[in-house]
């Protein structure tokens, strides 16, 4: 972070400081706080950081950022609310630094959308990417504060569960160019509908400069009816779209197809398999197109993606093959989870399921179209945890799939899979984050790998 004066921080939040004593850097964790820091108290559900002021000021922080009286003194800022504060500096911050930033949002697929984009971004300009969770109004600030001189790109996820969160996270961070990966059903208990989705995520436009590119996935059926003159529409996708995925195959682990543009072809090879990763790299191709990259490095770029932490993560266990893919579950990143089973080889197909959250009165219904898919795609195995799935589970059985299994612990699930796994089966497990299915999975490989070494 370049430095700022306390004055100037006061000023973009509309605030009074102390001194004019310059800070370095920003914190909101005192177990993060370095020398130079302003660090700002938070007020959360759970906790005040204004209780911890004193601690971050012990531990290096060279002001803090407060919007109530502390009991000692040391330099300080002081707003109306904290919160409010920090995104507000942070897009003051932001707003100093002339570069392309790519913001995207999406129902599912974001964080994978965000790697692909960043490698292919990166491949020309020194490019800096949401680390983690960091996608909602703590953490788009705290990304933004990572600008430097020295970077020349940015790769923004935004995540939302309600009506104005985009808006904010946008007016902060200006984006150059938008990205929707698509519209689904994540969190339609907060917003209604999936037209309700679909407003809060254009809320992405409000800080979206009139004139620049807007991607959508033009396969989706509510973003492929956007119209807006104020900025350059561009669609993509396997059936519509100015980016068109055509002669996709996918063998050995890897998807191979090729993008067909404007007249051009350019053929991409991505080490990873599931049509909805087709969707991901051909958005960031789209990204790469726009921002002006060459399509063969846009290419080359894109092999080069790796999973991160659990989203289909392919892991090979004494003989059997694993895809781990419990970062978080949706309809529409289910379906992608059974389109990958099937897709990948292996003597028997086991389907490991947990609930699918936030999806309120939706939730039976959605529950039961995955147990549809899995009794159509002819899975060999199905086991379900949680209260939620076993709406799969009893729907699959009414479709006539025999090897049906449910389960209300955990355990008893693992030990049930332990029973039935055999060298050459290939395991999906995929659930909401919340449900914690890598519980089963460490059982499961550690018990496995005892039998089997």
């Known amino acids: 972070m370049e430095k700022l004066k306390l004055s100037e921080i006061a000023s973009a939040c509309k605030g009074v400081s102390s001194t004019e004593l310059e800070i370095t850097g920003v914190a909101i ?3 993060k706080v370095k020398p130079g820091d302003l660090f700002i108290c938070i007020k959360g559900e759970r906790f005040d950081a204004h209780e911890f002021a004193k601690t971050a000021i012990e531990n290096g922080a060279a ?23 920090l995104l507000a500096l942070s897009g ?43 996608n909602n109004e703590i953490g788009v600030p705290q990304m933004l ?48 509908s999936r037209e309700g989705i679909l ?64 007249g051009c072809k350019q053929n991409v090879t991505i080490p990873t398999i599931g049509i909805h990763n087709v969707y991901n790299a051909l958005s960031a191709f789209a990204v790469g197109y726009v921002l002006g990259i060459d399509s063969r490095k846009c290419a080359d770029a894109l092999s080069q993606y790796q999973p991160e932490g659990m989203r289909q993560k392919s892991v090979s266990v004494g003989g059997i093959t ?16 059974i389109s990958t089973l099937v897709n990948t080889v292996g003597e028997r197909k086991i389907a490991v399921l947990s609930d ?27 086991f379900t945890f949680g209260s939620a799935s076993v709406d799969i589970a009893n729907r699959a059985k009414e479709l006539g799939m025999k090897n049906v299994f449910h389960f209300s612990d955990k355990d008893e699930m693992a030990t049930a899979l332990l029973d039935t796994i055999k060298a050459g089966d290939t395991l999906i497990f995929k659930a909401s984050r919340g449900m914690k299915l890598e519980e089963v999975i460490r059982k499961v490989y550690n018990d496995w790998e005892k039998t089997n070494e």
């Open 356 to 382: 699918m959250l936030e999806l309120g009165d939706y939730s039976v219904n959605a529950h039961r179209q995955v147990g549809e898919i899995v009794a159509e795609n002819n899975i060999d195995f199905l």
């Open 199 to 262: 407003k809060a995520k254009l809320e992405i436009l409000d800080g979206l400069e009139k004139g620049s590119p807007l991607i959508l996935n033009g396969d989706n059926d509510l973003l492929r009816t956007v119209k807006n003159d104020d900025y350059k529409l561009y669609f993509y996708g396997i059936d519509n779209g100015d980016f068109k995925a055509e002669n996709i195959v996918e063998e050995n682990g890897s998807t191979s197809f090729d993008i067909s543009c404007f």
């Open 63 to 85: 002001a803090v950022m407060i919007h109530r009286d502390i009991d000692f003194d040391c330099p300080y800022v002081k707003v109306e609310d904290t919160s409010k504060a």
């Open 322 to 337: 694993v895809i781990e893919d419990c970062y978080n579950a949706s309809p529409d990143s289910m379906k992608a989870a």
């Open 92 to 134: 003051y911050y932001r707003s100093k630094f002339n570069i392309p930033l790519v913001a995207l949002t999406g129902s599912v697929g974001k964080t994978t959308t965000k790697e692909f984009t960043y490698l292919v971004v990166n491949s020309q300009f020194n490019a800096i990417k949401t680390i983690g969770n960091l």
């Open 29 to 31: 964790d005192t177990r």
């Open 145 to 192: 504060f990572q600008l430097d001189n020295s970077v020349e790109a940015a790769v923004i996820e935004m995540g939302m569960n309600h009506f104005g969160e985009i808006h904010n996270l946008t007016t902060a961070a200006k984006p150059n160019v938008a990205l929707i990966t698509n519209i689904g059903v994540s969190h339609i208990e907060n917003l209604g």
